[in-house]
């Protein structure tokens, strides 16, 4: 039997679950303050070396940086599900070597140039100095190295608050970041950190006089702070991405994509399938073939009933819920369940609740509707106008593009999992930053730079 992509993560997570970790030692000291005003001072201090290095240097503290993601990616993993237990170690091991491999660095500032009778023009990309970050608990490690690479290249170095659920995970990164620089024959704290952050250290952080930009990823709350600072920011927010099957598309590589994207660190990705929108015409096929070869287990309505009781306890997002697997999710409930299920399905109406709130956690409500129209139009209203990220299954370009056209959103996935637009089984570069809110997108190196332009007049055109 040929070799599939959920026979390589089982193989995965069956090997890790087999394997013993070395304790891990707590997180050393390096870019790690007890104060926020200090942070931002080293990492003023560091920006001040990083600005006079050459673009090589720089991106050889980039390559140290990933080789020793490559190398902790194990120990990340780990202490990122121990701490937040949220996820699952095999796919947060796959999302960390995809971080290292995939981000961009220096390639990444680049120069536009005019050259004519009046002389040569340039506009060059450099560095605003010292970046805010505000980072969540769902990705924090991989955000965080995510975040530093880009913003490095730029140029910048960084200050981080991170999520407090996921302190020790993130203080760990900014820690193995700083020893890279080191070893690469940078300077130290090129990315800092308070040792407590709280909400309090980051409106500091927002508020200081020393950092001109801010990126925030995480849910609204969040965003509309940053975007209420005065300063500029880049927001990359909430999602509640649909994913779209019309008559047309193959329903079992379908069936198979949607689940892998869906379950793919237990739900924990913005950009992860959040609930399907599907034909009538080809809705029984799809679940039958979620249930039957993908390890959907389907639920009743009064299954449904007692997951929302729990799940949104009170009408409130229950923490301990999300990024769990589903077998805890259904064991929540007093439903055990064979390992090889993965993922809860069920049918239902657009506004059930477990359907139109953005749980991050494998269950996949399926919302039937009689034609393509009545999709685009469900699919665009769960979508919250977020603009985040949105997948369809589709061979007819008309339908792909009318749905591409009303969604609108950063990232629009078509016959794939949705991991496949971060670089994952798919082209183009990782980040963990959708600035989805204020429109850079998919953030990298060049987002984190200010344009300047160079004017030579009636010189230096030599053509
Ligand atoms: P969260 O909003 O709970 O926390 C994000 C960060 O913001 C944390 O560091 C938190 O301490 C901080 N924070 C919250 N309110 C703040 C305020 N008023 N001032 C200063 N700091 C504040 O998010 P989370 O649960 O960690 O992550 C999940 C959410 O983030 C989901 O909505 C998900 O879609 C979104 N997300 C978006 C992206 C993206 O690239 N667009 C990436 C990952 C997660």
Redesign the pocket.
Known sequence: MPLNEKMVQDVVKEVLASMKFPEVEAAGEHGVFEDMDEAVLAAGRAQKVIRKMSMDQREKIISAIRRKTHENAETLARIGVEETGMGNVGDKILKHHLVADKTPGTEDITTTAWSGDRGLTLVEMGPFGVIGA??????PSE?VICNSIGMIAGGNTVVF????AAVKTSLFAVNMINEASLEAGGPDHVACSVAK?T?ES??IM?NHKDIPLIA???????VT?VLSSGKRGIG????NPPVLVDETADIRKAARDIVNGCVFDNNLP?IAEKEVVALDGIADELIHDMSAENGCYIIGKDEQEALTAVVLAGGKLNRKCVGRDARTLLSMIGITVPPDIRCIVFEGEKEHPLIAT?L?MPILGIVRVKDFDEAVETAVWLEHGNR?SAHIHSKNIDNITKYAKAIDTAILVKNAPSYAAIGFGGEGFCT?????RTGEGLTSASTFTKRRRCVMSDSLCIR
Request: hydrophobic share 30%; glycine share 16%.
């Open positions: 505000i980072t969540p608990c769902t990705n955000t608050n991170p999520h407090p952050p909400i980051g409106n927002m925030a990823t995480g849910g609204p709350g969040v702070a990359a927010g909430a999602g913005c953005e991050m985040h963990f930053t959708i600035a989805s």
